[in-house]
C-alpha cells in the first residue's frame, strides 16, 4: 500500500522560470540513469525479494523516496515553464536573450503536457522499463544500484555546474546528497553479501564447471601492453582463488569456422567457389 503526502520532501522552487534549464532538467527524471529508473528499479528489486525482509525494506525504502524525487524535479519543471510559451516566444522577436532560451526549449512541454514535466529524457526520448534491471540476484542487483547511483550523480552535478539559480541548485544539492548516501549505502549492502556470499556472482555455480584455466588471465587485444601493469593482471585474484596473468600474445584454440550451404529455399549468397564467373 502506497501513501502520498502533499508536501514534498525538500523544496523545489526557482528563482525565475528558465525553460530551457527544463528541457535539461527532464534527463533526471526520464533519462537512463534518472529518478523513474531508480525508482522502478528498487521497487522491482524489492518485490521479487524472498525471505530476506531486511534487504526487501531497504529497496522499498529507497524506492519510494525515489518517487518523491520524481515528484520534486516535475515540480521544478513545471515552475520553470511558468510563464514560457505563447507570451514568451512573441516578444522573442524583439529580445535576443529570451529567442534564444527559446530556441531551445522543449516543445513538447508546451504541445503535450502543458507546461508540465515529461516522462522523457532531456532530448525527448521517452523513459523505457528496459532501463531497469532485477534479477533477483541481490549482489548482482545491488552493483547495479550502485553504478545508477554513480551515473545519477555524476549528471545531477553537472547540471548543477550549468545553472546560476540559486532554487535550482538548492534542490540539486539535496539530490547530489542523497545519490551520495544511496552510494554509500549500497556500497555497504554489497560488502555484506560479499563477505556471506563471495566476491563472484552467481556464488552457487559450481567453479569446476568452468574453464579455470581462464578464469583469471588479461588477453593483450590492442595496441601497446599498458594494461598489464595493472592490478587485474598480477598478484593474488580479487575472488582470491588463484593468481591474476597476463597473455601478451593471445593464441587461438578454435580452427578457422566453415559453414555449411544454407538450403536453397532461402535465396543466400552462394559460396564463391559457385559463382560462375
Known amino acids: 500500500m502506497f501513501s502520498h503526502i502533499k508536501e514534498l520532501q525538500f523544496e523545489a522552487k526557482p528563482d525565475r522560470p528558465d525553460p ?3 528541457k535539461k532538467l527532464q534527463e533526471l527524471i526520464g533519462g537512463q540513469f534518472g529518478e523513474m529508473s531508480v525508482a522502478m528499479q528498487y521497487l522491482f528489486q524489492g518485490w521479487s525479494v524472498r525471505g530476506n525482509q531486511k534487504y526487501k525494506d531497504l529497496l522499498l525504502d529507497i524506492g519510494t523516496e525515489e518517487i518523491g524525487h520524481i515528484e520534486m ?3 521544478m519543471v513545471s515552475r520553470l515553464l511558468d510563464g514560457a510559451p505563447v507570451s514568451a516566444q512573441e516578444e522573442a522577436a524583439k529580445d535576443p536573450i529570451i529567442a534564444a532560451a527559446m530556441g531551445g526549449m522543449n516543445p513538447q512541454h508546451a504541445i503535450v503536457s502543458g507546461l508540465g514535466a515529461r516522462p522523457a529524457d532531456s532530448v525527448g526520448n521517452p523513459w523505457m522499463g528496459s532501463y531497469i534491471i532485477s534479477s533477483g ?13 554513480s551515473q545519477g550523480r555524476l549528471q545531477a552535478v553537472r547540471l548543477y555546474e550549468m545553472s546560476e539559480d540559486r532554487g535550482v541548485k538548492d534542490l540539486l544539492s539535496v539530490l547530489i546528497a542523497r545519490d551520495s548516501y544511496h552510494q554509500n549505502q549500497w556500497a555497504a549492502a554489497i560488502a555484506e553479501l560479499e563477505e556471506a556470499e563471495g566476491f563472484l556472482v552467481p556464488s552457487t555455480f559450481p567453479r569446476e564447471k568452468e574453464r579455470l584455466d581462464v ?5 593483450n587485444f590492442s595496441e601497446g601492453e599498458e594494461a598489464a601493469a595493472g592490478r587485474w593482471a598480477q598478484g593474488p585474484s580479487i575472488d582470491g582463488h588463484a593468481e591474476f596473468n597476463y ?3 593471445p593464441k587461438a584454440e578454435g580452427a578457422k569456422p566453415v559453414l555449411k550451404p544454407a538450403p536453397p529455399n532461402l535465396h543466400n549468397t552462394l559460396p564463391m567457389d559457385n559463382i560462375p564467373k
Open 215 to 219: 578464469a583469471y588471465t588479461l588477453y
Open 73 to 75: 524535479l516535475a515540480t
Open 137 to 149: 540476484n541481490l549482489l548482482a542487483d545491488f552493483r547495479s544500484n550502485l553504478n545508477a547511483e
Open 20 to 22: 530551457l534549464f527544463a
Open 247 to 249: 597473455e601478451s600474445t
